[in-house]
């Protein structure tokens, strides 16, 4: 049971436009801190793709995006390539002393 | 350019220690901290725990304390997982990543990561 919740699937057509959801606690998102976003393609290890809840690291198309509200937050990924199809994992800090991940989500492109 | 290069898969008997390794490149070892992150098979990442090379400064997950030892050679920029006992549950893809802090609400995120060693732990 991952301390970050994430739906386990989602799924869109080329072209379309998905979110991805991550909900919290008061003792992460919901105290403050901020959540990062990770894509992993089949086989390979982690990709940064969002920092800092909205920040894109430089190389990441702008075609992801990524926000925060309250106990919660959200990857968008806009106009749906197939070469997305991946996991995607979110990522924050708990008053635990420690970083959680989300369970992620894995993106199927129909 | 930042690489992080892991030591090579690994296949033990259950109650063997182990040590495997992840060099840093391309930026200050000392000046970032680094960390490791499990994957079991089929299954989601979890974070277990990081280093301050610069100082040897050492975090755990709750979940890992105690399990493993997280360490790091500055010498020679490289960091490691240890385990004393492995067990067969131990079996996971483990990855090194290293960890920009931002400041104290942004936290952490990996920005670079290594390409994996699969740890496989069977009679």
């Known amino acids: 049971q991952s301390v970050l919740t994430q739906p386990p699937s989602v799924s869109g057509a080329p072209g379309q436009r998905v979110t991805i959801s991550c909900t919290g606690s008061s003792s992460n998102i919901g105290a403050g801190y901020d959540v990062h976003w990770y894509q992993q393609l089949p086989g390979t290890a982690p990709k940064l793709l969002i920092y800092?809840?909205?920040n894109r690291p430089s190389g990441v198309p702008d075609r992801f995006s990524g926000s925060k509200s309250g106990t919660s937050a959200s990857l968008a990924i806009s106009g749906l390539q197939a070469e997305d199809e991946a996991d995607y994992y979110c990522?924050?800090?708990?008053?635990?002393?420690?970083?959680?991940f989300g369970g992620g989500t894995k993106l199927t492109v129909l | 350019e930042v690489q992080l290069v892991q030591s090579g898969a690994e296949v033990k008997k259950p109650g063997e220690s182990l040590k495997i390794s992840c060099k840093g490149s391309g930026y200050s070892f000392t000046s970032y901290w680094i960390g490791w992150v499990r994957q079991m098979p089929g299954k989601g990442l979890e974070w277990m725990g990081i280093i301050y090379p610069g100082d040897s400064d050492t975090r755990y997950s709750p979940s890992f304390q105690g399990q493993v030892t997280i360490s790091a050679d500055k010498s020679i920029s490289t960091a490691y997982l240890q385990w004393s006992s492995l067990k067969a549950s131990d079996t996971a893809m483990y990855y090194c990543?290293?960890?920009?802090?931002?400041?104290?609400?942004?936290?952490?995120?990996?920005?670079?990561w290594g390409q994996g060693t699969l740890v496989t732990v069977s009679s």
């Open positions: 800092g809840n909205s």
């Open positions: 990522q924050s800090y708990d008053s635990s002393l420690s970083v959680v």
């Open positions: 990543a290293r960890h920009r802090y931002y400041d104290i609400l942004t936290g952490y995120s990996c920005d670079y």
